[in-house]
């Protein structure tokens, strides 16, 4: 079955990730695109490190091929940000990388973007759904399978074109990056790509800026070092011990397919992605003289509130998605959006989140502002005050989620809570605001078997108390 969540369609390989979904997710794709009288402008596929992802798109370009649908295959595993690049670079209608981004090693998917780089929004991915469905049934009444053309075949026929969009991507970042004020900062930066897609074009990008870069973690391995490939506190402690005693301005990770960031100051501290969203979002005000909105998902800091406040400036509040901060941004002209998960992007770039663009921000902001990450952060709490953010995630079976989901968003049971509630929004899962302005949120995961928790408040005790509570009410509940 093909499902789209909040990040593509992910599936555990062997399971429901077969060559037989990935055809017929391409497929849908394509018929969308006939019906849509686009599919004479064609497609670009690309694809990362993980197992099966460069025969998955092969698979995916045959599948095109017998569409006649023109196909641009990227020549080598690319990040995900870069073939969206591709996507808007060559004004293609419709585009895909075959990745399961953070997730962990047993999974892979497809993540589908539309004109200029774009998430595939809700309305494109339940077409491609409900297309699936269509031509599953159909070849089931009539014995048949996707049609395909030989890779090999399609190749030499001109079905399927090899681009290369690498120099183009790097050099738009460049362009919009004060390389001059990186270069005169002399930075030491360590990267981290988990054993993903990033290295080459961050390396790139920071040695043209002349930073002195050191890499772990780069070897090709499809179980990503036995990680989960998403940079977070855990994950990133090889990191926060080689910054410290390499003497590093700054420690940089990018997640598997490379379109998410993780952090660590010069002081080995993890910064978490809520921070560095604000700290951009300041440095862009402040430093660069920047004016507009801000946009953030239900689950991301509301410091961003104030900051956009303080310069008269809005900030929107979308569901978690980045095809929604990407949709909000658009109609807004804000100059920054992003979520507490590491994924963020700015005006002017793609339309995507690119974790590639925002740790070369994040050198700029590093060599302009004079001073690390944590001390501009603390410039930054020293005038809008200190928000505390706890999390907690819990792994769901079908049967467990059908019955939370039924408690807590249909009959809208809630726990009992320390503190006065305000209000409670449904709009994307269950956000409960507090009287203080603290505020706590329950949803189901669009890419993993989880129940995410999250809750901010302005005292660290009443978030670690908010986030107990919830843990009790959810492990507790129906049982």
Known sequence: MIKFGTGGWRAIIGDEFTKANVQLAVASLC??????????????????????????????AEVAAA?????????????????MFAVRQLSLPYGLAITASHNPALYNGVKIFTSGGRDASEQVTAEIEKIAQEIEQNNKDANETIAVVPYEQALADGRIEIINPFNEYIDAILRHIDVDAIK???????????????QTSLRTILMTARCEVEVINERHDTLFGGRLPSPNVDTLRHLSQYVVEHHCNLGIATDGDADRIGVIGNDGKFLHPNDLLVLLYYYL???????????????????????????????????????????????TDAIIGGESSG???????????????????LAEMTAKAGRGPAELYDEITAQFGKLYVEDADYKMTPERKLQLKEIIFTDRQLPELSLPIDHVDYTDGCKIHFKNGGWAICRFSGTEPLLRTSCEMPEREQAQKIISQLRDFITDSGR
């Open 31 to 60: 018929e969308l695109m006939k019906r849509q009288k686009s599919a004479d402008r064609g497609i670009c596929i690309g694809y990362d490190r993980r197992f099966l992802s460069h025969e998955a798109a092969m698979w995916a």
């Open 67 to 83: 569409c006649g649908v023109p196909c641009r295959l990227l020549n080598k595993e690319a990040p995900t940000p870069l073939i």
């Open 184 to 198: 005169n900062a002399g930075l030491k930066i360590a990267l981290d790509p988990m054993h993903g897609v990033s």
């Open 285 to 331: 005000l402040k430093y660069r003289g920047w004016t507009g909105p801000v946009v953030r998902n239900n689950s991301t800091t509301h410091l961003l509130d104030r900051v956009a406040e303080a310069y008269g400036q809005k900030c929107y509040e979308v569901p978690v998605g980045f095809k929604h901060i990407s949709a909000k941004m658009i109609e």
């Open 343 to 361: 994924g963020l992007t700015v005006r002017g770039h793609i339309q995507g989140k690119d974790g590639i663009y925002a740790a070369a921000l």
